[in-house]
């Protein structure tokens, strides 16, 4: 059981999203990175998709109410247990009753911690995942807060020995963290009505930096530079959007769609994030800088079976550490 002593600036529970319900218009929400929340059940023993707790920035303070196997994968919030700072992307033992506590964000915007066991909340529609503006799944359909009582799930074989082994709270062996940037080059196919932009846009797309705006979310990443325009003023049908869709509305400023973005959208659409430089951007403050970079389609893919293929090594690495643990 987690208790939540101070909620932070936005502590969700997520998990890999709540997909087949698009066609009636549900969201499919979920993590930001995936690729953090992966490694970080993957640590703990769990599988992929359990759920976590995605900590945004100014992170919560939690008590730990039972002995748990626990990671902190993504952002760099300055994580400390009981007063001693702790590291990134490993596993980490916590005693009954410590206590969990996060400083300033030293990179990344987002960290996500696993629990052996996964957070054990009710599924809503296939999913734990919370969609804040709806009110569903997740705690209550809402973010954690001060006084909440998150429970997690019940942990296998593998994970109750290392907790009756171990003694010591972290270990040395770790993955290699992900590297984020404080200004990155996101690659990004062109879209589907990229050439009905006009010569100029399509050029500064991908020349020219762009910052995140304040009015930023969990919907979407609205982006200030200099405006892309339509070539003429054109009225489109609404179409299926995905995560990493950039759309462009007649303010001239785009708009990079991610975990809770609508399920349709009529703003014409310049690019397509490569799904493999998603955590790149998600990890983004408000005020941070970037950069396009034109890929193709095929090399998207490729630099996605690069990513699944690293994933499903440290997996294997994993597995290994944890049979010569126990």
């Avoid at 247990?81 to 005693?95: E, F, N, S, T, Y």
């Avoid at 970037?290 to 998207?300: G, Y």
């Amino acid at each position: 059981m987690l208790k939540i002593l101070k909620s932070g600036l936005q502590t969700t529970v997520q998990d890999l999203g709540r997909t087949g319900f698009q066609k009636y218009g549900v969201i499919a929400s979920g993590v930001m990175d995936p690729f953090a929340h992966r490694l970080a059940n993957l640590l703990v023993g769990n599988k992929e998709q359990a759920a976590t707790i995605e900590i945004t920035l100014v992170g919560p303070v939690i008590k730990f109410t039972e002995d748990a196997i626990i990671a902190l994968c993504g952002g760099d919030l300055s994580p400390r247990i009981d007063d001693k700072a702790v590291g990134m992307w490993r596993m980490l033992v916590v005693g009954k009753g410590s206590t969990l506590t996060f400083g300033e964000p030293r990179m990344g915007a987002r960290c996500y911690l696993s629990i052996a066991g996964g957070v054990d909340i009710p599924e809503v529609m296939g999913s734990r995942s919370t969609y804040l503006r709806a009110g569903i799944g997740g705690f209550q359909g809402r973010a954690l807060e001060k006084g909440d009582e998150v429970p997690a799930g019940q942990i296998n074989k593998q994970q109750k020995k290392i907790m009756q082994k171990s003694t010591e709270n972290e270990f040395d062996w770790l993955l290699p963290p992900a590297r984020y940037f404080e200004e990155p080059v996101i690659r990004m196919m062109p879209g589907r009505q990229f050439d009905l932009f006009d010569d100029n846009s399509r050029q500064r797309i991908f020349n020219e930096p762009f910052t995140v705006s304040p009015n930023s979310d969990r919907m979407g990443y609205r982006l200030e530079g200099t405006g892309l325009f339509l070539k003429t003023p054109k009225e489109l049908i609404s179409e299926a959007v995905s995560f990493g869709s950039v759309q462009v509305p007649a303010d001239g400023n785009p708009i990079v769609l991610l975990a809770d973005r609508q399920t349709t959208g009529g703003y014409p659409k310049i690019g397509q994030v490569a799904s493999v430089d998603l955590p790149l951007i998600s990890q983004l403050k408000q005020g941070q800088q970037l950069r396009f970079k034109e890929i193709s389609l095929e090399d998207a893919q490729q630099r996605l079976i690069e990513q699944e293929q690293a994933i499903r090594q440290m997996k294997a690495a994993i597995q290994l550490k944890w049979e010569e643990w126990i």
